[in-house]
């Protein structure tokens, strides 16, 4: 019987959630399987993927093959190279020992990595929302400014019409003062 690691497709349209699984190759997508080893959210960002690592490798080591998703998940997460160094370990090319320490320092430079990816995708964010709100307060200054002009235009539009009207009471009020005189 072949077996594969593979993906099961759950969750609702378009915000697919998959279970991994190991199950028989001749079996259907989202059918019968003989052990669920994880899920994978590819909606998040980076992509959530919780599996049992252990389950994982026992199950490689055992034979199944892994579909192409999933061979990327596992060397995501480093299984298919604990996978290479224990070959290696059976074969007597290295000890135990060697093989754990190698698997370690490459854990560690991986979770690293992904750390960095996580703190520079926050700061990506927060800075775009910095940049978003300061956009949006040069947009509220300018409206602010061209009302304040416009109050300003509409005053001084009045100002020379109050005059006008203002001008000639004054002038019609000089001319009866005289002819009083």
């Given at each position: 019987m072949a077996v594969k690691i593979r993906l099961a497709r759950r969750g609702r349209k378009k915000a697919a959630i998959y279970d991994i699984v190991v199950a028989d190759a001749r079996?259907?997508?989202d059918g019968k399987f003989?052990?669920?080893l994880g899920t994978y959210n590819p909606n998040t960002n980076p992509a959530s993927i919780d599996f049992s690592e252990?389950?994982?490798f026992q199950?490689?080591?055992?034979?199944?093959?892994?579909t192409d998703t999933v061979k990327a998940m596992l060397s995501y997460r480093g299984i298919l190279y604990k996978k290479h160094l224990q070959i290696g370990v059976n074969k007597g090319a290295i000890s135990q020992e060697t093989a754990d320490a190698r698997f370690e320092e490459w854990k560690n430079a991986k979770e690293a990595k992904i750390e960095n990816k996580r703190q520079t995708l926050g700061s990506a964010?927060?800075?775009k929302r910095k940049a978003a709100l300061e956009a949006?307060?040069?947009?509220?200054?300018?409206?602010?400014?061209?009302?304040?002009?416009r109050e300003a235009e509409k005053a001084a539009a009045?100002?020379?019409?109050?005059?006008?009207?203002?001008?000639?009471a004054e002038g019609e009020a000089t001319e009866s003062t005289e002819e009083q005189a």
């Open positions: 079996a259907p997508r003989i052990e669920k252990e389950k994982a199950w490689l080591m055992n034979g199944a093959q892994p964010k927060e800075e949006e307060t040069k947009v509220k200054e300018a409206r602010a400014e061209a009302l304040r002009q009045n100002a020379p019409a109050a005059e006008a009207t203002e001008a000639p």
